[in-house]
């Protein structure tokens, strides 16, 4: 046992510095399914597969042609005529003896028709190359299931990434350049006495410069408080606008006001129940400040003085800890679930990261589709340049427009593309009339639109895989924070942009 753990940690080194051992063990007991093993969709999983996804299911009805040989790594000329699904399965599968890999040779309409609760066993699903019409079918079975769905494409010179999911939490965002957690304009009781155990006036040269500079800092906050914040409160009364000090983050405090926080029920998940916590800490124990994060920057100081320092913050974050394990202990008690349903190890990483919680809630595919919900306002503002990435998206409605009416995309085959470009403007000009949207599309884009005959370039398609394989990261370890909701990629001009549609 004790071998094949420090085998994983050779072998997955650097992902784990990355996201740890329990960020590990989610991926590894991830199921992910995956829709159509078309170069985009290879390129996702091989990158799932390689940091070691615990198992996958590839979806896909088709027969491999020498189109796919073409453009996929994963598939060979003696695989045409078998089944794409399981030909990808197994070349996929060298990748890492790690991870396990099946496959089902059925379209995925087929599965919505006879069976839809077949996609409510899976992590997350992933959608590729999918048409309209499946995609809002698919995403309404897993909106309705909770289970997340991510949209890839490639079209062309386009990239196209959509996240559907009702609500995910993230309880370790790493945000960059995030301020220490010091507490030097309000220290707490055992801070306080560390810091007035030192004497700097009476200490050599050589003490002095191997004394830990939050020590200096927070000597000369004392007396610069003492002078001058009394004064400053006293006018801040006089003119009769005196607010509490508001430690908690702006997207914090949003948490502690949400319906999800206020109402715990024995449904709830176990999230929020350690957020009502913390709020409940703040409001009482904590006096406006969230839990100690418990950590301390690198810095110049003599070990004994650096560690004896350290201690005082650990220390002061598991007191704080221990605190909220005790308020979450009486929220789980108040709605019949025992203590043990949140371990102290998970409320210990909940404190540490409470001041960088994050929740992201995406839109549905039937709001973003519907003509009533359609968010115009940011489709028109972000068309104020004629080249932005949304022309792009409008494209791609335009031409899943074309496919609905011609059962194929513009294009696919070169004696049509000049009789296609007159069909697509048609689409394009009825998708942008049936929204009201008072934007105007470039000859050039549908022209080049048909030129790309919805070809699936490996160049592209290796991308987006490697840009959907790190979001489906984010979203099955619940690290870092995921984008919301729309993502375009534009290989021509090497830009990419996010949306909120």
């Not at 650990?314 to 203590?339: C, F, T, Y």
């Not at 990435?389 to 335009?398: F, K, W």
């Amino acid at each position: 046992m004790a071998a094949t753990k420090a085998s994983k940690e050779q072998k997955y080194d650097r992902q784990l510095r990355l996201w740890g051992d329990h960020g590990q063990e989610e991926l590894e007991n991830a199921h992910v399914c995956l829709i159509n093993s078309t170069a985009s969709g290879t390129e996702i999983l091989k990158n799932l597969v390689l940091p070691g996804i615990g198992s996958f299911t590839i979806v896909d009805g088709h027969k491999v042609s020498g189109e796919d040989v073409g453009n996929n790594f994963f598939l060979s000329n003696n695989s045409i005529g078998r089944n794409r699904a399981q030909a990808a399965t197994e070349l996929l599968q060298e990748l890492n003896t790690d991870v396990s890999g099946n496959f089902v040779e059925e379209s995925p309409d087929k599965l919505l028709d006879n069976d839809p609760e077949f996609f409510h066993r899976f992590t997350l699903v992933i959608g590729v190359q999918l048409p309209e019409s499946t995609c809002l079918r698919l995403g309404s079975v897993l909106w309705n299931a909770n289970v997340p769905f991510l949209v890839c494409r490639t079209y062309g010179l386009v990239g196209y990434m959509r996240l559907v999911v009702k609500e995910h939490t993230v309880i370790e965002s790493h945000p960059d350049n995030a301020l220490e957690d010091l507490r030097l304009d309000q220290p707490f009781a055992e801070l306080k006495s560390h810091i007035q155990s030192y004497d700097l006036e009476g200490m050599g040269k050589k003490d002095h410069g191997h004394t830990p500079w939050i020590i200096i800092v927070a000597k000369y906050l004392e007396k610069w408080f003492s002078e001058v914040i009394l004064l400053r409160i006293m006018l801040i009364r006089a003119a009769g606008c005196m607010r509490p000090l508001e430690v908690a983050t702006l997207s914090v405090d949003d948490l502690f006001n949400g319906e999800q926080c206020n109402d715990i029920t024995s449904q709830t998940p176990a999230f929020w129940v350690m957020t009502r916590a913390v709020r409940e800490f703040v409001q009482n124990d904590g006096r406006g400040n969230l839990p100690v994060r418990g950590s301390i920057p690198d810095m110049i100081a003599d070990s004994e003085k650096f560690i004896n320092l350290q201690n005082v913050y650990r220390e002061k974050a598991m007191q704080d800890a221990s605190v909220v394990s005790k308020h979450v202990e009486s929220l789980l008690q108040s709605v019949g679930k025992p203590s043990e349903s949140i371990s102290e190890q998970d409320i210990k990483l909940f404190c540490k990261n409470a001041a960088f919680l994050r929740v992201v809630r995406c839109r549905s595919l039937a709001e973003e589709y519907s003509v009533e919900t359609v968010n115009k306002d940011e489709i028109t503002c972000t068309m104020d340049s004629a080249d932005g990435e949304m022309v792009l998206y409008l494209m791609l409605r335009s031409v899943d427009r074309f496919y609905q009416q011609h059962s194929r995309y513009p294009g696919v085959y070169n004696y049509q593309v000049e009789e296609d470009i007159s069909k697509l403007k048609l689409c394009v000009n009825s998708l942008l009339q049936e929204y009201s949207l008072n934007v105007s599309v470039k000859d050039d884009y549908i022209h080049e639109f048909c030129r790309y005959g919805a070809a699936e370039p490996h160049t592209v398609a290796s991308f987006l895989g490697g840009s959907a394989a790190q979001e489906a990261i984010k979203l099955i370890t619940r690290q870092f924070v995921p984008f919301n909701n729309t993502f375009i990629y534009n290989a021509m001009s090497q830009t990419t942009a996010t949306f909120q549609l």
